[in-house]
């Protein structure tokens, strides 16, 4: 069984950078895609940013994506999901997610984590 625990977020301030990391663990959760979805109040859960089991090969969606940067420490199996310039609206529950296939189809993802909330404020 696989379990991803989620770390980082809470109350971030807009314009400010903030650092969320995802922590795999069970002996198969090393072979998975790790991934961020978020998931804003009111609105349906989508895919921020994916990174291969590798951590050579990474994924975005079109949220403006130069303020977010994914990396993977393999040795830890961490994801680490760092948003720049925080904006209102970066908010919402952010999931961890690992997938067999295919990270970035919401459908296609076998393991969620439990959520962390980010709040930004001005």
């Known amino acids: 069984q696989v379990q991803l625990e989620e770390s980082g977020g809470g109350l971030v301030q807009a314009g400010a950078s903030m650092t969320l990391s995802c922590t795999g663990s069970?002996?198969?959760?090393?072979?998975?895609?790790m991934g961020w979805y978020r998931q804003a109040p009111g609105k349906e859960r989508e895919f921020v940013s994916g990174?291969?089991?590798?951590?050579?090969?990474?994924s975005f969606a079109s949220l403006g994506n130069e303020r977010f940067t994914i990396s993977r420490d393999t040795a830890k199996n961490t994801a680490y999901l760092q948003v720049d310039s925080l904006e209102p609206g970066d908010a919402g529950v952010y999931y961890c997610?690992?997938?067999?296939?295919?990270?970035?189809?919401?459908?296609?993802?076998?393991?969620w984590g439990e959520g962390t909330l980010v709040t930004v404020f001005s």
């Open positions: 990174v291969s089991v590798s951590g050579k090969t990474t």
């Open positions: 997610a690992a997938s067999w296939s295919e990270i970035g189809v919401a459908r296609l993802v076998d393991y």
């Open positions: 069970g002996p198969t959760s090393r072979n998975l895609a």
